[in-house]
């Protein structure tokens, strides 16, 4: 109660950036607010219920001590979250059961998903994360092919919500063609999961800095 500085969310400021924004990436493409690090440091509990009285039904952490904490805040039934970062075996079963969805960025979190929801009898909803170029986690081609496998035999045990992969540096121009070369490995990898017999759920690539200056990187979810 003693801070020397506060931050204020003024409601019609928020209200003005989702209109920009949605003015930008077009009527179709889901927006999901990521929420990490306790907002931005706007608070959970007073940023969460106002972009949700705003029309925002996703939200996305970083990990999931983040997502119990947004999920105690949701007031709209039909709000979703995502974590986009490490999920723990116990995370995964907390997630599994409250219906959260979390990121599948290697084989390993995959065999532990479907572990988890096998023993728990419950569906895990994960998004399959693809390495395109960004180089720090995603699953590979050489790797899709055993991935698409298990999920055939997991059934309605995983279900693929999502197919996503993060865009290195797309905040700046010197990156334009990197960026281009990872959404054409985007596309190659997606046609070869679906060729596999994947249902690839969401397809989802930018970042606001991609959705801002990367129109075509737009897909389903931004």
């Given at each position: 109660?003693?801070?020397?500085?506060?931050?204020?969310?003024?409601?019609?400021?928020?209200?003005?950036?989702?209109?920009?924004?949605?003015?930008?990436?077009?009527?179709?493409?889901?927006?999901?607010?990521?929420?990490?690090?306790?907002?931005?440091?706007?608070?959970?509990s007073e940023f969460i219920p106002l972009a949700e009285s705003m029309g925002v039904r996703w939200f996305a952490t970083a990990n999931a001590n983040e997502a119990v904490r947004v999920l105690s805040f949701l007031q709209a039934p039909a709000s979703h979250i995502m974590i986009m970062g490490d999920v723990p075996d116990e995370a995964q079963e907390w997630a599994i059961r409250h219906g959260v969805a979390f990121w599948v960025t290697d084989r390993g979190r995959l065999?532990?998903?479907?572990?988890?929801?096998?023993?728990?009898?419950?569906?895990?909803?994960?998004?399959l994360e693809l390495e395109t170029g960004l180089h720090r986690t995603g699953?590979?081609?050489?790797?899709?092919?055993?991935?698409?496998?298990?999920?055939?035999?997991?059934?309605?045990?995983?279900?693929?919500?999502?197919?996503?992969t993060h865009f290195a540096g797309a905040e700046s121009i010197g990156n334009y063609h990197r960026i281009q070369q990872q959404r054409q490995r985007f596309d190659d990898l997606c046609a070869q999961l679906c060729a596999l017999g994947v249902d690839l759920g969401l397809q989802h690539t930018a970042c606001s800095a991609a959705a801002l200056t990367e129109p075509g990187t737009t897909f389903d979810l931004v």
């Open positions: 109660m003693f801070e020397t500085s506060v931050i204020e969310i003024d409601a019609s400021a928020l209200r003005a950036n989702l209109r920009f924004l949605r003015a930008q990436i077009g009527p179709k493409p889901i927006l999901c607010s990521v929420v990490k690090g306790n907002a931005y440091g706007h608070g959970f065999e532990r998903a479907l572990a988890i929801a096998t023993r728990l009898d419950l569906p895990a909803r994960v998004h699953l590979g081609a050489g790797e899709l092919e055993a991935v698409a496998a298990r999920l055939h035999e997991a059934g309605e045990r995983v279900v693929v919500e999502g197919t996503c």
